[in-house]
């Protein structure tokens, strides 16, 4: 138990199905009320798609998982209307600092340019998300979450699923025509499925401790490779709120993990971390949260296997270095929710699905090559990788070129959905599949933020550079970026529109319901933009 | 430009001595640290990614287990 946190608990509520021989059935269900499940069924929510979900517990996630978000992610939670949450609770950071042995090897600056609504990352304790979106989950009105409820078993069918599930006042059975798996790593679902999990485990263990103190490191991410007070191993700082700081030790594979979770040793541990740090005597701070980790990458070959869905860590899992788990599985909903309800609402066919696995599949195989790849630069795994990397950092207190080749985590970044069978070919700019950057924009002499007006009425957007086009197909949502102040436009004041969209006047850039690039038209007729709305929504 | 592997180098016994004279007072571990940072100044210096790979592939060569 954590002391600057209490757990909610969410009460069981007995579903009217109970004791029934017939099995209840739902459209859309979700298994996993976890952060990717929970953020799907708000998603589906704002689209109007009704969902229930189902979680074995009776609350949000204990103690210290997920602290770092990165800015796509706060970009959808803030189109999920929990953005602002995020800035006022979290501890904002973009910069971060690498040390070497006793001396600081260099810094950084993750997003050096102004003008983004969300910085390059916040850092908020996992439950504090959960606990946000259980709440717009239920005000919402169109979610039916059902607690202490364990998937126990499943059966795949054509049209559908049929879960099996056990309650503390007995079992029941729940026909889904959508199965949607945010259950986690340890997934029931795709172990009921047999659906094979590969991937390497890593020879090293972590130490994850949370200690509450008041000190006033700066709030930036600092990572020490071999320091003098934990020798031949590296340590991560990080700052959150409630006071807490997470430390994470590498321990090495012959630690022993029970060993190393006893309160002396921890607490000396981090003893020793903050006066090497600090240069003085350890402030006053009381151990939080101590769990000793193994990682490890791995993934499911297909995300989508006919009516039943993965997303999450369910689909993929990473070593924590580079935040991409948390972060991946929010972005895997974000690319799903859209193409799930327009195909419920019939304007698309069931093969728009196929695009997620497609577009899911390749993004995770970039976090797990990025995380896969950090983690051999902190474990080096025999001689000559520890000389290059040794090297690495040597070469990096003064020569700017082996900072880039230093890797203590490559930072989560969006995927750009390269190669998309969505995309209309053609155009120039930015990459089809890119993640739609962020501007400062004046709308009605108020200052606005671009991302604000993309998607956020569900819809695909055209965003019009210049001049709006004579017709604009059914669907769509124009929105016209203007260089002067005019009634009904997005005043593009600063030029950030046009610099970072790489627009010129006459380009229309279609986007996705999830914000990515989908086409670049240059003054198109309707036709040309109805084309390749078609071919979005997976229907050419 | 392709690796190049014709000789090109005017004093190739100079450079050799160099390279022992770097080596001459270090032990195994500090050897591979002296030769690692040598790789990396000289990678970055080619800048040449086509090149680094057909050099490791060559040089990978020499030893296959
Ligand atoms: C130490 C650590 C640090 C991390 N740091 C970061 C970070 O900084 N940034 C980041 O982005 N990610 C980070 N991660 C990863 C992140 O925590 C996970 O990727 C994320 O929690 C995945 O979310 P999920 O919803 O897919 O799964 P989970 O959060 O695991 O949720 C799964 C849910 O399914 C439920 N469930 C499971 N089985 C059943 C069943 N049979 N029946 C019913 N319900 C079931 C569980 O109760 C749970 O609520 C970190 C992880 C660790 C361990």
């Known amino acids: 138990m954590t002391s600057t946190y209490q757990n909610p608990r969410y009460a069981f509520r007995r579903p009217a199905a109970l ?223 409630d006071h807490v700081w997470r430390i994470d030790f590498q321990l090495g594979w012959d630690a022993d993990p029970e060993v190393e979770k006893q309160p002396e040793r921890v607490i000396a541990r981090v003893k020793a971390m903050l006066e090497g740090a600090s240069g003085m005597a350890a402030p006053p701070f009381e151990l939080e949260w101590v769990s000793v980790y193994t990682f490890r990458c791995r993934r499911l070959e297909k995300f989508r296997h006919g009516r039943v869905i993965f997303a999450g860590d369910s689909a993929h899992q990473v070593s924590p270095f580079g935040a991409r788990g948390g972060n991946g599985g929010v972005q895997d909903v974000d690319n799903l929710g859209w193409k799930l309800a327009a195909v419920l609402a019939g304007e698309a066919p069931e093969a728009l699905l196929d695009s997620y696995d497609d577009e899911r599949v390749l993004a995770a195989d970039e976090n797990i090559l990025n995380s896969t790849r950090s983690t051999d630069f902190i474990t080096p795994k025999n001689s000559a990788a520890h000389a290059y990397r040794d090297a690495v950092l040597h070469l990096a207190r003064s020569h700017g070129f082996a900072r880039q080749l230093v890797n203590s985590g490559r930072l989560s970044r969006p995927a750009t959905l390269h190669g998309s069978p969505l995309a209309t070919p ?95 038209l240059q003054a198109p007729e309707a036709a040309e933009i109805a084309a390749a709305h078609r071919r979005a929504l997976g229907l050419v | 430009m392709p690796l190049q592997t014709e000789p090109r180098l005017a004093d190739p016994d100079a450079l050799y001595e160099a390279l022992m004279q770097a080596h001459r007072a270090l032990d195994e571990a500090a050897s591979r640290r002296l030769d690692a940072r040598l790789v990396l100044l000289l990678a970055n210096h080619i800048g040449d990614m086509d090149v680094l790979r057909d050099a490791i592939a060559l040089a990978t060569q020499g030893d296959q287990p």
């Open chain 1, 19 to 241: 004791g029934s021989a017939v099995p209840e059935r739902a459209r859309v269900v979700i298994t996993g009320a976890g952060v990717v499940g929970l953020t799907l069924a708000l998603d589906l929510a704002r689209r109007g798609v009704p969902s229930v979900v189902v979680d074995e517990d009776d609350t949000v996630s204990y103690g210290s998982r997920a602290i770092c978000w990165a800015k796509r992610t706060l970009e959808i939670f803030g189109r999920l209307g929990l953005g602002e949450r995020f800035l006022e609770k979290g501890v904002t950071w973009s910069r971060g600092r690498v040390f070497f042995q006793d001396q600081e090897a260099y810094g950084f600056d993750l997003l050096p340019e102004q003008g983004h609504e969300y910085p390059a990352f916040v850092n908020l304790q996992q439950y504090y998300a959960e606990e946000w979106l259980v709440r717009a989950c239920d005000a919402s009105g169109l979610v039916d979450l059902r607690w202490q409820t364990r998937v126990t078993g499943v059966e795949a069918q054509a049209a559908g699923a049929l879960l099996h599930l056990g309650t503390p006042e007995g079992d029941y059975g729940l026909h889904a025509e959508w199965l949607l798996a945010c259950d986690g790593a340890r997934s029931t679902v795709r172990e009921a499925l047999a659906l094979p999990f590969q991937g390497q485990v890593f020879r090293d263990r972590f130490l994850i401790a949370d200690v509450v103190m008041h000190a006033d490191f700066p709030s930036e991410r600092w990572f020490w490779f071999d320091p003098p007070f934990h020798p031949g191993q590296s340590v991560l700082l990080h700052k959150q709120p």
């Open chain 1, 426 to 520: 053609g155009g120039e700019g930015l990459p089809l599949g890119t993640p739609a950057p962020d501007a400062p924009v004046l709308v009605a002499g108020r200052a606005d933020w671009l991302l604000r007006h993309i998607g956020a009425d569900g819809r695909f957007t055209l965003l019009c550079f210049g001049e709006l086009p004579a017709e604009i197909p059914a669907g769509i949502t124009a929105l016209l970026v203007a260089d002067d102040d005019r009634a009904g436009a997005l005043w593009d004041h600063a030029g950030l529109v046009a610099r970072r969209w790489q627009a010129k006047p006459g380009d229309c850039l279609l986007l996705r319901p999830d914000q990515h690039l989908a086409a670049r």
